[in-house]
């Protein structure tokens, strides 16, 4: 009996180290997140051993799964995993100015080789009905306001001049994105290290072998299910999958019919949308805009009315930044972003105002609206 001991505990061994310990079972934020397995593993519920490198995830208070990259300042939701195609979708969320930034693949296990570009246009709203209802100018409905609205176009589809002549310039940013991806949607990050596409095709578990960051396929091959049984399967599966599939098709030759028609129309309404226009002469003359005042922020003023968000750029303010009043409504803007919109439209972009000359009394006591005194402000 105590020479079978060793022996006991050895098979026992070999059978943990095969079959994986209940620490690195597979887990999930919710009932409906996407389940997380090797390489992933959630920090809270998987130790070290039970992921790869670089592929941890954690859940929040909502039940979501989320994914931080060492190159954003915030963790993305993740909204699907696919193992056997080593694909994670997760969900852009740039309905936050600050969330308008490069994923950049720095200190990342992910391939980003698919990147698109996409610049941000900020346009005033008359323009914006007729913009919005074309492809490909992706409106951004959370970014903009009954004034003014947001939209993104991927680089080299529309011709800078096609552009409507109010909208300004934002940002351009690079995201990984599908061929065909909607950037609204959800971006695609690709990893192939480590490499468990054969191990998931054929129904084993993938996971380190070692700690030198090797992996191994573990657990019983689905290709040693007998004959009897695969036939069974064969039949109870690949039936229904047979109908679905059917019914899949004939789904999306209709709605490839009905695309097709619609893409047709958006077409001719696009084309007709972007024709180049004369130059705007809305706007405000060169004599005019400089007449308006113009101050410079110390260290410690605060605006009296506004949020401190300049309402064309959506930036905060900082000090020593040259903002510019419009004199009837007393609403402020960085002196570049009020210029620029002014030459182009000759209403205030917040309240839709027409602006006339008039006097305006300065924000607070270290800012002034002369240019003598602008180098005693910045000093504050």
Not at 105 to 118: G, I, Q, R, V
Not at 208 to 225: E, V
Not at 254 to 274: E, M, P
Request: proline share 8%.
């Amino acid at each position: 009996m105590e020479k079978r001991k060793p022996l006991l505990f050895l098979i026992f061994f070999l059978f943990k180290s095969i079959s994986g310990d209940d620490d690195c079972l597979p887990a999930s934020c919710s009932l409906t997140g996407p389940q997380i397995r090797f390489p992933f593993r959630l920090r809270d519920r998987h130790p070290s051993r039970c992921g790869f490198p670089g592929f941890d995830l954690s859940c929040n208070n909502k039940n979501q799964t989320l994914l931080k990259l060492p190159s954003s300042r915030s963790s993305f939701i993740v909204k699907h995993i696919s193992y056997a195609s080593q694909v994670i979708d997760i969900q852009p969320d740039f309905c936050r100015p600050e969330r308008i930034v490069d994923i950049r693949p720095t200190d990342t296990p992910f391939d980003f080789s698919m990147m698109e570009s996409y610049t941000f246009f900020n346009c005033s709203s008359q323009n914006s009905g007729s913009t919005f209802q074309n492809v490909p100018m992706l409106p951004f409905p959370c970014l903009g306001s009954v004034n003014h609205s947001v939209f993104a176009v991927r680089a080299g589809w529309v011709p800078l001049g096609h552009i409507p002549a109010s909208c300004l310039a934002m940002k351009t940013i690079s995201v990984p994105l599908r061929r065909y991806g909607d950037i609204r949607n959800e971006l695609t990050l690709i990893w192939f290290r480590p490499f468990c596409r054969s191990c998931e095709l054929d129904g084993r578990t993938c996971g380190l072998k070692s700690d030198d960051g090797d992996t191994a396929c573990f657990g019983s091959s689905s290709r040693g299910i007998p004959r009897g049984a695969k036939y069974g399967l064969s039949i109870g599966i690949g039936v229904p999958s047979l109908v679905c599939i059917i019914g899949l098709i004939c789904y999306a030759c209709s709605k490839a019919g009905t695309y097709n028609h619609s893409r047709r129309q958006s077409i001719d309404l696009f084309s007709i949308a972007i024709t180049p226009q004369p130059p705007s002469t809305t706007g405000l003359d060169g004599p005019t805009i400089e007449s308006y005042p113009k101050t410079v922020l110390g260290e410690s003023c605060r605006l009296p009315k506004d949020d401190g968000t300049c309402a064309i750029c959506l930036s905060d303010y900082e000090p020593k930044e040259e903002v510019r009043t419009i004199p009837e409504c007393n609403h402020y803007f960085h002196a570049e972003c009020i210029d620029e919109w002014l030459k182009l439209n000759a209403t205030c972009p917040v309240c839709r105002f027409s602006p006339e000359s008039s006097s305006l009394v300065t924000p607070c006591s270290s800012m002034s609206s002369n240019s003598s005194d602008s180098s005693h402000a910045t000093g504050q």
